[in-house]
Nanobody
């Protein structure tokens, strides 16, 4: 059974940092590109970042470029999203996508 489980969300003040994790199971993780998306309250789900399968080539949405870093550990079947200099507009449910499957999401709230 293909499964993705996100963790690491929470409440953080503006300017703070969080690290999200996504643990994968049920498929050959190293063979798939992995993606992070987010859905802000009342808005559509949007692309955040992706990382390719073997060479680890990364792509970012303009809104997070320079602040977020996506990485992966194929030995641990995991993908990560390091988020720095967080802004209130980064508040959203963050989802992991890989092998055609979505995780359940993890809430990130940036607020004083």
């Amino acid at each position: 059974q293909v499964q993705l489980v996100e963790s690491g969300g929470g409440l953080v003040q503006p300017g703070g940092s969080l690290r999200l994790s996504c643990a994968a199971s049920g498929f050959t993780f190293s063979s798939y590109a992995m993606n992070w998306y987010r859905q802000p309250p009342g808005k559509e789900r949007e692309f955040v970042a992706s990382i390719s399968s073997v060479r680890g080539i990364t792509t970012y949405a303009d809104a997070v470029k320079g602040r977020f870093t996506v990485s992966r550990d194929n030995a641990k079947n995991s993908v990560y999203l390091e988020m720095n200099s967080l802004k209130p507009e980064d508040t959203a449910v963050y989802y992991c996508l890989g092998a055609g499957v979505w995780g359940q999401g993890t809430q990130v709230t940036v607020s004083r």
